[in-house]
């Protein structure tokens, strides 16, 4: 695998084989000779150099907190494939109000019901929330009375990603899911790397397949060519898990067939 990352990135072999091998071997399921290369993200952030890069054995993704809560640890998180906001009727409706009180109660009523599902999932046990779309101010007024992490994916790849890694369900309506359908972090914690807003949902379990390279360097062309290799040797390290058989390299088996030949 190294000498398929020196032909891109010449003199980095040793560093990057560390951390492709670091991230496959987190990927590779137990007794299985083959993995999915999707599990091994790379997350380029601008600055800082090759050396103070690191593989992390969950997600990395470049967002924040809408709450004040950053730092959670053995956190139960939901992850819901919708926006989190008050329900809308479909169509336009008319509603008759005969007295003042009804009119003061009306949205009031709504808001009960909404924070009955945050309370829920409070009491749940749930720390952590994640969701597709839009959040609405009285969702993280909500989010923010109960103690709860709340993070906005504007991808639905991202979501997905999020989810295998911490063992969720993404749900798909707003209320309290099932036991078997909320997920688990060792630790989802808000960073700043080198001035990008991140968020690492980081799980050391052996059922959790995901890994990430978070690589740094000082210009983008130099991190996209880094990317490259990286995909070379994740790729090169899956081909020899299925076969292990090799033939040499540099065109010499080209040669020796036209000696033949």
């Known amino acids: 695998m190294k000498s398929t990352i020196a032909s891109k990135q010449y003199g980095l072999e040793d560093m990057l084989g560390k ?10 399921p137990r007794g299985k000779t083959t993995f999915s290369t999707d599990n091994i993200r790379v997350q380029k952030i601008l600055g800082g150099g090759i050396g103070d890069s690191e593989v992390i054995r969950g997600m990395v993704c470049i967002r924040q907190s809408e709450t004040s809560v950053h730092h959670v ?10 926006n989190i906001e008050m329900q809308q009727g479909e169509t336009k409706g008319t509603v008759l109000f005969t007295k003042a009180d009804e009119l003061e109660n009306y949205t009031k ?13 409070a009491e749940a046990g749930v720390r952590v929330v994640v969701c597709s779309g839009a959040m609405s101010d009285t969702a993280i007024h909500f989010f ?8 906005k994916i504007m991808s639905k790849w991202e979501l997905k990603r999020i989810a295998r890694a911490v063992g969720a369900t993404p749900v798909i309506k707003i209320e309290c899911p099932k036991p078997e359908e909320i997920g688990y972090a060792d630790e989802v914690n808000f960073k700043e790397i080198s ?4 968020i690492v949902f980081r799980r050391d379990e052996e059922e959790n397949k995901m890994a990430t390279i978070v690589l740094r360097g000082s210009t983008t062309h130099m991190l996209d060519d880094v990317e490259r290799a990286i995909d070379d040797g994740v790729n090169c390290i899956k081909v020899l898990c299925r076969d292990k058989r090799m033939v040499p390299g540099a065109g010499a088996t080209e040669i020796n067939l036209a000696k033949k030949i």
């Open 19 to 28: 951390f492709i091998t670091e991230a496959c071997l987190y990927a590779i």
């Open 73 to 82: 640890v053995k956190a139960k998180v939901v992850v819901f494939n919708a």
């Open 109 to 121: 009523s709504e808001e009960d019901r909404f924070e009955n599902i945050i309370k829920s999932l």
């Open 144 to 151: 923010e009375k109960y103690k709860i992490m709340a993070i």
């Open 195 to 198: 001035s990008q807003k991140c």
